[in-house]
């Protein structure tokens, strides 16, 4: 009986030793898996932040030059009626745009426009508010005509030559007094 006993306890021993290896090897599994899918997850999570940081850093460009050439437009109905605060307050919202554009250091395809911008009209853009404060017609034409120019010849340099913009013509189809 004492063999049995001593034969009993050791299966048993070997038994739960084999268990407590078995379950050693399960937990390290279990740890290496863990620290797999951590892993994995910090990758999805550092991608999401790539992701969602590039779709921040992408600036509609074509949205702001459409708002300053409504503003040009505007501009030039204000200062044609010698409207000088709205013409001031367009001026202003012009200058505000191309801070914007020099502000998100735009590149456009291969061209840093934010350069451009800020090389090629902002400084047009402080002369003009300049014949805006002089509240001369003829001197207002002369900048805005300096502006307008500075403006085509960005879209030539940045190889968007086809934009050409130009003085308006006809206030008709604009829902606004400029008087």
Sequence with gaps: MK?????????CVVFFGFQQLRINSLEDKILESSVEQQKALQKIKDADK????TKEEHYELALAMARMQTYMQKLHFAGQNENWKLAEFYTHELEETMEDIIDH???????????????????NIEKLEKNIVSEDKASFV???????RSCNNCHVVSK????????????????????
């Design 3 to 11: 063999v049995s006993f001593a034969i009993l306890a050791t299966l």
């Design 50 to 53: 790539e992701n969602s940081k």
């Design 105 to 123: 250091n735009v590149v456009d395809e291969g061209q840093e426009i934010s350069s451009l911008v800020k090389k090629m009209t902002f400084p």
């Design 142 to 148: 002369e900048g805005y005509q300096l502006l307008l």
């Design 160 to 179: 968007h030559e086809f934009i050409k913009i130009t003085t308006p013509q006809n206030e008709g189809f604009i829902n606004q007094d400029f008087r």
